[in-house]
């Protein structure tokens, strides 16, 4: 694929996603911290809805490490996974108040130090609450969509994200996940996507392997 086709793709996402931004609703880092945290395995949509009570209730990190584990379990219980989760907030907040001064850290080093955060996580922490396009959010959406799209052939999301890092311009980085997020919640739905109707139809490896559009690759 060019780069042309690849600067297409992501001014019409950006025609058609002009408001794209994080989905995890959050009002400084440690909120985004503990939102993407519960954000495995399940929907933005559920995690917002647990954090509105849980951010109304537990107003600092300081209110976090000092959980009772128990308590703090059955809060993000419909999240899944809800002890790993648990116990990997609390953890994180007593790191974060032990060796960061109480402040989320700004590097991947520092943040993938800590429990329960991987390269994903660090990077919507590093992009959203900080601005900086240090890496691309690999989620289950970017994975497949890139798949399709014919951006990479790798199945490993950190050998994914290197190939999108070689292709999308770097200012774009941070938005180029909002916009493939949304664009798989709307058209490029897992197990059906929706070729004929898609605005990439195009431009897209799959939707070109199975004639549907008029190539230009
Ligand atoms: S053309 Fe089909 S497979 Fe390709 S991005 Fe659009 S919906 Fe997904």
Redesign the pocket.
């Known amino acids: 694929m060019t780069k042309s086709h690849v600067l297409t793709i992501i001014k019409r996402l950006r025609g058609e996603f002009p408001d794209a931004t994080c989905g995890l609703l959050h009002e400084n880092p440690w909120q985004l911290l503990i939102a993407t945290i519960l954000s495995a395995q399940c929907t933005d949509k559920r995690v917002n809805e647990v954090t509105k009570k849980l951010f109304a209730e537990r107003k600092s990190i300081a209110d976090f490490a000092n959980a009772d584990l128990g308590k703090l379990e059955q809060e993000v219980h419909s999240t899944g996974f809800y002890r790993n989760k648990a116990a990997n907030i609390k953890k994180c907040c007593i790191l974060l108040l032990k060796n960061f001064d109480g402040q989320v850290p700004n590097t991947m080093k520092k943040l993938t130090s800590l429990p329960g955060v991987g390269r994903k996580t660090a990077n919507v922490i590093l992009g959203n609450a900080f601005g900086l396009n240090v890496g691309i959010v690999v989620d289950t959406h970017v994975k497949r ?1 890139s798949n ?2 014919g951006l990479t052939k790798e199945k490993n999301p950190v050998k994914i994200e290197r190939n999108l890092m070689e292709v999308i311009p770097r200012t774009e980085w941070i938005l180029f996940s909002h916009y493939l997020i949304l ?1 798989g919640r709307k ?2 739905i897992a197990r059906r ?3 004929p109707e ?1 605005l ?2 195009d431009l ?1 490896l ?2 070109c392997s199975i004639n ?2 008029r190539s230009q690759l």
């Open positions: 969509i399709l799209l664009h058209t490029c996507p929706n070729c898609c990439l139809a897209c799959y939707a549907i559009g």
